[in-house]
């Protein structure tokens, strides 16, 4: 299983003061030699943690993929162009979000997200489609021409009670099988932290995992390596009992 990690939230201490520090291409840096997989980011339309040098940095210097997290804005998607990241996650973005409060509804954007897609296939750019654990959402994402979808995690995550848990655990075990069944990749993210990861590691058909903010709030204490490695770790723990 690949671990992406998002350091979004490393540029939202440095946007605080509106300064040069921390910078995530420092982060990145020290996320690849701690042997995670991949990096993400999310260039929001209203700039608000990473900014579009950021994403040209690391595409630049970084050696492991990059996976640009971007809604269908005309202006992100020209700039997701330019840069040309390894794949290219499409998601949804309100303005007085929060964070991100649900999927992509790939049906009723099929249109704009088809065009989209085709663009950055184009441009030799893989595409991952940030979507709710549904049937129809995923039957629409392979019909759009998605290599992969991204099941959102955050009901799971925000679960209060252990029967909830529990739910939308299975909800994300059906997704993930519908989906290999249809021959996309399947990867999941939102919400993921130290206490919870395990279960939807040991889910086999997700190939990839996108963590951010829980492993940058780690880092705080225990620095970005310790952190991504930690995460690494119970990753492991939760595929070995599948081997
Ligand atoms: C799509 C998703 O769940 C996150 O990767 C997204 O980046 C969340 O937005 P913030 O990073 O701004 O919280
Ligand atoms: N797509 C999920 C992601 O990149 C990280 O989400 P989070 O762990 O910051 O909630």
Redesign the pocket.
């Known amino acids: 299983m690949r671990l992406g990690v998002?350091i979004?939230?490393v540029a939202t201490i440095r946007e605080a003061r509106k300064t040069n520090e921390p910078e995530p291409i420092y982060a990145a840096l020290l996320v690849q030699e701690a042997l995670a997989d991949g990096i993400?980011m999310?260039l929001?339309e209203d700039r608000?943690?990473i900014q579009d040098r950021d994403v040209y940095q690391v595409r630049e210097i970084v050696k492991i993929p990059l996976n640009l997290?971007m809604s269908l804005n005309e202006e992100i998607v020209r700039i997701a162009l330019d840069v040309k990241p390894h794949q290219a996650?499409l998601?949804p973005e309100n303005r007085q979000e929060?964070?991100?409060e649900g999927g992509l509804d790939v049906v009723a954007n099929s249109d704009r997200v088809s065009e989209v897609i085709k663009r950055l296939k184009g441009e030799g750019i893989l595409v991952s489609l940030?979507i709710d654990p549904q049937e129809w959402q995923i039957e629409q994402a392979k019909n759009l021409g998605a290599d992969a979808i991204?099941l959102?995690t955050?009901n799971y995550a925000n679960a209060k009670h252990d029967m909830e848990k529990r739910l939308e655990l299975e909800k994300l075990i059906d997704a993930a099988k519908y989906a290999k069944s249809l021959g996309l990749h399947v990867h999941a993210?939102?919400?993921l932290t130290y206490e919870n990861v395990k279960p939807v590691a040991a889910i086999k058909e997700i190939e990839e995992l996108?963590i951010?903010?829980s492993i940058i709030a780690k880092s705080v204490f225990v620095g970005m390596k310790e952190a991504v490695s930690l995460m690494r770790q119970l990753i492991h723990e939760a595929r070995w009992k599948l081997a």
Do not use: P
């Open positions: 998002n979004d939230h993400t999310h929001r608000r943690h997290e996650t998601v929060i964070t991100t940030f991204e959102h955050g993210g939102h919400g996108n951010g903010h």
